[in-house]
């Protein structure tokens, strides 16, 4: 309302001034009497004129800048939406859901609804405890939405972690993803920023959370291949430097043969962790095309692709290292064989010479 009033005060203002310039400064019959008038007189009679209306000016002046500090006085407070917290957490390689669902189906504190689909199982949280909902997913990775901190832990530790054979392949530096979000009916399900909109109504709740989930999940298992495959690299980045001098590489066959299984094992858990790839959109969008732009948003405000793209170039550099390894254990082996090779050949030469003498 502000910015309507001030405008309309300053056109008074334009419209005041307009008049007193314009105010002819006597009237019809006045200008025979100013004719017979002293100049000095004129001129007095011209300044107290201008004097009046400079006053008037500056009294509507001095009105609007007290209205418009006193709405000043009375601006509102700017809207800052409460937001809620999200966190995804990957915990292992692969989860076996069918054995949680039957842990918690005595649980009080956690509800299993309805299935969704095959490879994500939906959580509700009871609201003695805080509320909140949860989504586990096949792939070893879980997302809680609006759960408060202990009960998330209560969850991860109780249910995740100690459940027997639940984690397939247990990772013991777990990763997570945070991001935060607001419930708005007036507006859209977007991401504006850094947060998450969501619409209660169109699409629901659940089947938004549930787009914005496989990002984060997503996300969160991409941090555990970065920091594996970071891990590899250290491991092995002694080796260039010694083949460099011209030393011998100290690494076992059994050794080498476990670095080649660890990058097939890296390999095989970025292109097939749970029956999908990291470059593939999920079998859950085929059928939900307008919730897949949800998925794209959120993966791209997490850079999921760039990330995707570099952890590439690094396992090209570690295939290329790999390859070096084997040739490398391929030719000692071969080395063994000769030299076994030429002991046998000498040892026989030998019996052959001293049964000759003999």
Known sequence: MRGMLVPRMLASVAAQTVRLSTRRPLAQSGFTAMRFMSTQTRSNIRRVGQEKDAGALQNLLKRVMEVDAGMTDMMPAPFTPHTYKCRAYCTAEEYQLSLLEKHLSSSSTF??????????????????????????????????????????????????????????HSIQAIETEDAEYVIDEDEATDMKGEVILLNPH?????????????????????SVLESMLENYLSSTKHIPILMLQGKKIPLTRREILMKVGELLSFRQQLNLSAGESFLDTPDFYWARPELEEYYHKISRHLDVRPRIAILNKKLDYANELASILKEHLSEKHSLTLEWMIIILITVEVTFEAIHWVF
């Open 202 to 222: 169109i699409p629901s709740l659940t089947l938004s959370r549930i787009s914005f989930s496989h990002g984060l999940a997503r996300s969160a298992k991409l």
């Open 111 to 168: 509800k299993v609804m309805p299935l969704i689909t095959p490879d994500i199982l939906h959580i509700q949280v009871d609201p003695s405890q805080g509320g909140g909902e949860m989504f586990v997913f096949s792939n070893g990775t879980f997302v809680a939405w609006g759960v408060q901190e202990n009960c998330e832990q209560q969850f991860l530790q109780d249910c995740i972690r100690k459940l027997p054979g639940f984690e397939i």
